[in-house]
């Protein structure tokens, strides 16, 4: 635990159990997310579901990347994380992206896909409200997190017909691909 730290963001009037709340409930989200996400992706086949499974590729990578990032930063404020996982996949912060009864029909996987990351969307925009100007730190992870988000559900939404998402791809190859905002939290 960072003492000090976690001190400053109390004197800044964070009531540190209710941030922790958020926070072990987004990385619940997360974690749960990434698995479900990779039964998705599996079953993204044929025409249509090959030409969304890079992007799914990207988000559930991307989701990892999340819940890694997240973890020091529950530690640090002196929180941690349920000793048992299925009691952590229950507090997740948001329902379960699971997949459809029909797998085929590529409408219902989108809007399971889009559904996930507007909860994500949702969820870190309620933090960055509540940390900012507060815990510098938390905001500045949340944020980072919030742009990856926010991309994921252009993306997807961009499929729905939703509209351009202004987007084109990720670029690279590699651990260098994903997390253009994240990744300077996964040094740790
Ligand atoms: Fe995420």
């Not at 599996?42 to 999340?66: F, P, Q, S, W, Y």
């Not at 996987?109 to 730190?137: F, P, Q, W």
């Not at 742009?147 to 499929?159: G, L, N, P, V």
Request: one cysteine or more; glycine letters at 8%; hydrophobic letters at 35%.
């Amino acid at each position: 635990m960072a003492q000090v730290a976690r001190e400053m963001v109390q004197k800044a009037g964070i009531d540190i159990d209710k941030l922790l709340d958020m926070l072990v409930r987004n990385a619940a989200a997360e974690l749960t997310t990434y698995y479900y996400y990779t039964i998705l992706r599996v079953n993204l086949i044929g025409l249509e579901g090959e030409g969304l499974k890079e992007i799914t590729e990207d988000a559930r990578i991307e989701d990892r990347n999340h819940f890694e990032a997240l973890v020091p930063r529950i530690y640090e404020l002196g929180g941690k994380l349920p000793g048992d996982m299925k009691a952590f996949h229950d507090i997740s912060a948001c329902p379960p992206a699971s997949l459809p009864s029909d797998p085929t029909n590529i409408k219902t996987m989108l809007n399971v896909l889009v559904k996930a990351e507007r909860c994500a969307v949702n969820g870190y925009t309620s933090i960055c409200n509540y940390t900012a100007g507060k815990d510098h730190r938390t905001y500045d992870l949340s944020l980072a997190i919030l742009h990856e988000e926010i991309e994921h559900e252009a993306w997807f939404a961009e499929f729905l017909g939703e509209g351009p998402s202004g987007h084109f791809r990720r670029s690279g190859t590699g651990t260098e691909r994903n997390s253009p905002y994240v990744s300077k939290f996964l040094h740790t």
